[in-house]
């Protein structure tokens, strides 16, 4: 079966954007393995507040310390940007979508591919985008 120019690019494109997510993925693994080399070798014995329990002010521990510490994972920065996105995106297709506006929305789901890949557990995955049901997807994404 020959493959079509448009999916050759886009399943290039989406290779890439994978290959991607898992460097971003092997370099927080790097990081981790710093900061806990750091930890064992005393870096941290001198931290205001060791030892003491941490305020959250949420119910969910992990949101709460990143929370604490003003700390966005790569994840959630990039579910921004898509909301982001999504709202500018919305306004344009309320009229006629042009070109531009279609090529938006492509970027836009080359980020939910990355998201999707990027986020801690699958439940938190969502679908791309579609210009047809462009209102009622994007609501999942305020």
């Not at 970027?107 to 990355?114: E, P, Q």
């Amino acid at each position: 079966m020959v493959e079509s120019p448009s999916w050759s690019r886009l399943k290039a494109r989406l290779e890439y954007e994978e290959a991607k997510a898992r460097m971003d993925r092997q370099v927080n693994d790097w990081l981790d393995e710093a900061v806990r080399d750091f930890e064992a070798k005393g870096g941290l014995e001198h931290v205001q507040g060791k030892g003491k329990p941490l305020r959250i002010e949420t119910g969910d521990p992990i949101n709460g310390v990143l929370k604490a510490a003003n700390v966005k994972p790569p994840w959630l920065e990039l579910q921004h940007e898509i909301r982001d996105g999504l709202r500018a995106l919305k306004r344009e297709f309320d009229q006629e979508p042009s070109v531009a506006a279609l090529r938006a929305l492509e970027a836009i789901n080359l980020k939910i591919s990355r998201y999707n890949a990027l986020v801690p557990h699958y439940s938190m995955q969502k679908a791309k985008i579609d210009p047809a049901t462009l209102d009622r997807q994007s609501e999942s994404w305020e």
